[in-house]
């Protein structure tokens, strides 16, 4: 057969439908019957499934507008004569000067060899090939979009993988911030993803006991997301699990564990504390044995990241779990004995920083400062602390005097809680409406932990049990906060509070008072 004939007069077959993206391909030229001759040419045309998608412009002005508003172009067949007799060297310059754009495969064509000779246009020019349009038989245009497509793909994969190790490192230079966890994970899937998979959806999950899912039984986390889970972070997973599988590979002895099931990977990597991690990556190509023993050492290494990264929150939780029980016998010298008080209100103030837009680690300062920042109670008279008898003017300037005296203890400590427990300390009794107590503080002079911990504190306070009332709903704790929104607290956390009041009551929930 003669390839240069590059089609014959018969329709094409109808393309069998697949799901895989095609790969987009771009054609630059004044010449309408090129972009026909070239679209019939490469119409059943396929590289790792994925079929071809043609774009058509016919200028070189066109070609950088278009190329401004479209990234995902894999390769574009730029006609060098065009508007100008350098058009198309124009847009291949601006294509990587101008737009830094180092992944689209450029191939230049020309029917005018002498307009721009091949030696001087590939020396000077960023190109990978450059064809005379009378060479470009069927056969040579095939193997030519072999060799620049499988390049666009590799450096593509170059390109991911860089991406997801440069979220690895950032993640280990803030190995003690709470997102350091999100980022390590983000950066491992997204290597990853890279690597073996031809879709984005990935999940990392962690639980402490690894059983078959039921509703009945302990939740699976997702601790890290790509693709269709990446707004699924802290979540549950509740569905695109096989189940069965994972208590199959949760049986076996070994601490590293993998299986690809109807093309999806599953690696379980168990701790010897008794956590476990599963990591699923959906549609992952067809791996040697070689990648999959590689792939389980990776998930081996990078899960005993993440475990050392847990051991550092399972301390810093020891750490506030013993700032709590230090609030908690403070609180105890008031009127009733209310387990939970002080960590509930912490919790949920806690909650309400992270829903104005701070970060967790914040988040985490406030729930620490808080457990402490009443520490002048120790030095109110015992028998004053706990009279449940309505008290006299002097008697209240006298707690509040001692109360106040926790700034004093605590700003004497270089520790960033005890600075921050300390400015609570100062600001907890001062109203929004500038009426409050010691400075008359207003509005956002007011510091905004101590804000935040008023209205959840009082929130606690009401929805308690005490001797001398009953506790109160939550719609009549709710309307006490409205009431008094922009007199004694910020209107806006009001408001905030009120949105997220579903996650406050589960923080009570979980800590409800042993009576």
């Known amino acids: 057969m003669n390839d240069d004939f590059l089609f014959s007069e018969d329709e094409p077959e109808e393309e069998v439908l697949n799901t895989a993206p095609p790969y987009e391909i771009l054609i630059v030229d004044d010449d309408e019957e090129i972009h026909t001759?070239?679209?019939?040419?490469?119409?059943?045309?396929?590289?790792?499934?994925r079929p071809l998608k043609f774009h058509s412009?016919?200028?070189?002005?066109?070609?950088?507008?278009?190329?401004?508003?479209?990234?995902?172009?894999a390769m574009t067949l730029l006609d060098v004569v065009m508007e100008t007799d350098h058009a198309g060297l124009d847009v291949a310059r601006w294509i990587r000067q101008e737009l830094q754009n180092r992944l689209i495969r450029i191939v230049l064509r020309t029917g005018q060899p002498g307009q721009a000779p091949e030696e001087d246009v590939i020396a000077r020019y960023d190109i990978d090939d450059y064809k005379e349009k009378t060479e470009l038989t069927y056969r040579k245009l095939v193997t030519l979009m072999y060799s620049c497509l499988r390049a666009y793909r590799d450096l593509n994969a170059i390109e991911r993988n860089k991406r997801g190790l440069e979220k690895v490192i950032n993640a280990s230079a803030e190995v003690f911030s709470a997102q350091s966890m999100h980022a390590l994970c983000q950066g491992i899937l997204e290597q990853l993803v890279a690597l073996i998979t031809h879709s984005d959806d990935a999940m990392y999950c962690r639980t402490h006991g690894l059983t078959?899912?039921?509703?009945?039984?302990?939740?699976?986390?997702?601790?890290?997301?790509?693709?269709?889970?990446?707004?699924?972070?802290?979540?549950?997973?509740?569905?695109?699990i096989d189940w069965s599988l994972v208590t199959e590979l949760q049986n076996l002895q070994r601490s590293v564990v993998f299986r690809i099931h109807n093309n999806d990977y599953?690696?379980?990597?168990?701790?010897?504390?008794?956590?476990?991690?599963?990591?699923?990556?959906?549609?992952?190509?067809?791996?040697?044995?070689?990648?999959?023993?590689?792939?389980?050492?990776?998930?081996?290494?990078?899960?005993?990241?993440?475990?050392?990264?847990?051991?550092?929150?399972?301390?810093?939780?020891?750490?506030?779990?013993?700032?709590?029980?230090?609030?908690?016998?403070?609180?105890?010298?008031?009127?009733?004995?209310?387990?939970?008080?002080?960590?509930?209100?912490?919790?949920?103030?806690?909650?309400?920083?992270?829903?104005?837009?701070?970060?967790?680690?914040?988040?985490?300062?406030?729930?620490?400062?808080?457990?402490?920042?009443?520490?002048g109670k120790v030095s109110v008279q015992m028998e004053l602390a706990q009279s449940a008898d309505a008290l006299s003017i002097h008697d209240y300037e006298e707690i509040m005097s001692n109360v106040i005296k926790g700034h004093d203890y605590l700003s004497q400590t270089d520790t960033e809680i005890a600075q921050i427990a300390a400015r609570i300390a100062q600001d907890i009794h001062?109203?929004?409406?500038?009426?409050?107590?010691?400075?008359?503080?207003?509005?956002?002079?007011?510091?905004?932990?101590?804000?935040?911990?008023?209205?959840?504190?009082?929130?606690?306070?009401?929805?308690?049990?005490?001797?001398?009332?009953?506790?109160?709903?939550?719609?009549?704790?709710?309307?006490?906060?409205?009431?008094h929104s922009g007199e004694f607290f910020d209107p806006e956390l009001v408001g905030i509070m009120i949105d997220h009041i579903d996650?406050?009551?589960?923080?009570?929930?979980?800590?409800?008072?042993?009576?």
Do not use: C
């Open 37 to 49: 001759i070239t679209k019939m040419a490469l119409a059943d045309f396929k590289l790792d499934g």
């Open 57 to 73: 412009v016919y200028s070189g002005e066109e070609a950088k507008q278009f190329l401004s508003n479209n990234t995902a172009i």
């Open 212 to 240: 078959a899912k039921t509703l009945d039984n302990q939740e699976f986390e997702i601790i890290g997301g790509t693709g269709d889970y990446a707004q699924a972070v802290g979540q549950a997973v509740t569905q695109d």
């Open 266 to 375: 599953y690696g379980l990597y168990k701790t010897t504390g008794g956590r476990q991690y599963l990591l699923v990556i959906k549609d992952v190509r067809d791996l040697s044995e070689l990648d999959q023993n590689l792939l389980g050492l990776f998930v081996n290494n990078s899960s005993i990241a993440i475990d050392n990264l847990n051991l550092r929150e399972t301390e810093r939780e020891a750490q506030r779990e013993l700032l709590y029980s230090v609030g908690e016998a403070i609180e105890k010298r008031s009127v009733d004995n209310i387990s939970h008080h002080v960590k509930r209100s912490a919790e949920m103030a806690g909650q309400l920083l992270i829903a104005t837009g701070a970060t967790s680690e914040d988040a985490e300062k406030l729930k620490q400062a808080a457990s402490v920042y009443d520490i």
């Open 430 to 483: 001062e109203r929004w409406d500038g009426l409050g107590f010691p400075s008359r503080k207003k509005a956002k002079a007011i510091d905004i932990n101590a804000r935040i911990l008023s209205i959840t504190s009082q929130y606690d306070a009401l929805r308690t049990q005490r001797s001398y009332r009953d506790a109160q709903d939550t719609g009549a704790a709710i309307d006490y906060l409205t009431l």
């Open 503 to 515: 996650a406050m009551e589960k923080i009570r929930q979980r800590y409800s008072d042993i009576i």
